[in-house]
């Protein structure tokens, strides 16, 4: 028996979130009595595999084969179930990403397996198996128990610090008999954005809305995230005018994120932008208007104008990184 979990890669490095979750896995393995069996597939090499029983996988089982370096949702459901099958597994564990949302639901129906989707919390086994979760788009909490034998979860990325220990896990080539149908959509070319940092796996994040008042305003957030090293968000009216592309729009309607540190300037704070913010640990915001709505759900506030607060923030971000080198 043995708790799975799926890891994602990049070009063959295992992604921060992937690491996540596979000590999410370990520790709810713990729990059970059992240990964490760790489900790669495509491109990646032998240390990069082993390297995971840093955070608490004792094994891996690998899945040596080239077209699963695109996570092709049918193929990595057989995979997964065939894992799930040979482990004997009680708890399959995924992502609550772009990936694990194609590929949990499937598993959960072949397995006829609970499943728990945007978990933020390791289960309560004290009273059945009891996950918090998040519920309405990030709005409220809800704590639901999976009564089923085998259980699903997807696993909200940066809900847990990572602590990385020492340990090797072993590797195991794995073989799956995949269907022509499995490869069904093919990825023809992949744009990728260069020289940024990921808005999905940032820890921190700038943000601005309409307050920016244009585009050609955006160097003053532009600065300041290059200064923290930062992806930068932005609201909806903002990508919806073409301020800023789709992919930086953050919402109900637009991506959620959990950011170590989230500062937004100029944006109201209206709850369909907070839907996909507010689980992040630290909110700063940044509103000439001292009744903006966002000051309720911040941390800190600077109620002054975003023209005058950004560039001395950069400013004061250098100097400390200059002092602190
Ligand atoms: C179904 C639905 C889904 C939606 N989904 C989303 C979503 O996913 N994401 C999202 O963001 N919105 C979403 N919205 C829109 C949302 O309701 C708000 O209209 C939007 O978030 C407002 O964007 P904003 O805060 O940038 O602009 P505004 O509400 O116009 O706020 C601008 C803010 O900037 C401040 N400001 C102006 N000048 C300055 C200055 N010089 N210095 C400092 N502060 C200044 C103002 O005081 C104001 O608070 C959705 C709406 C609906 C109906």
Known sequence: MSVIVLVEHTEGTIKKKSLEAVQYAAEI?????????????????????QGLGAYGAQKVLYVADDRLNDLHARAITRVLVAAAKQENSPVIV???????????????IQLKAGLISGALSYPDTVKGFVV???????????????????????LAPNSFQLNKTEGAATVENFSVNFED???????????????????????????????????????????????LGAATACSRPVADAGWRPHHEHVGQT?????????????????????????????????????EAPFFKAANYGVVGDLNEVLPRLTEAVKKFKAEHH
Do not use: C
């Open 94 to 108: 995924t992502l609550h990403d772009v990936n694990g949302r194609a590929i949990a639901p499937r598993v959960a």
């Open 254 to 290: 637009g991506g959620t994120i959990r950011p170590n540190l989230y500062i937004a300037a100029g944006i109201s704070g209206a709850i369909q932008h907070l839907a996909g913010v507010s689980g992040s640990k630290t909110i700063v915001v940044i509103n000439k208007d001292p």
């Open 29 to 49: 393995a713990k729990k059970l009595g059992t240990t964490a069996t760790a489900v790669a597939t495509g491109k990646i090499a032998d240390t990069e595999l």
């Open 132 to 154: 918090k979760k998040s519920a309405f788009s990030g709005k409220a909490f809800a704590y639901v128990n999976a009564t089923s034998e085998v259980k699903v979860i997807m």
């Open 181 to 227: 149908k499995d490869f069904g959509v093919k990825v023809k070319s992949v744009d990728k954005i260069t020289g940024e940092v990921p808005l999905s796996d940032a820890e921190l994040v700038v943000s601005g809305g309409r307050g920016l008042k244009g585009p050609e305003n955006w160097g003053i957030i532009e600065d300041l995230a290059h200064a």
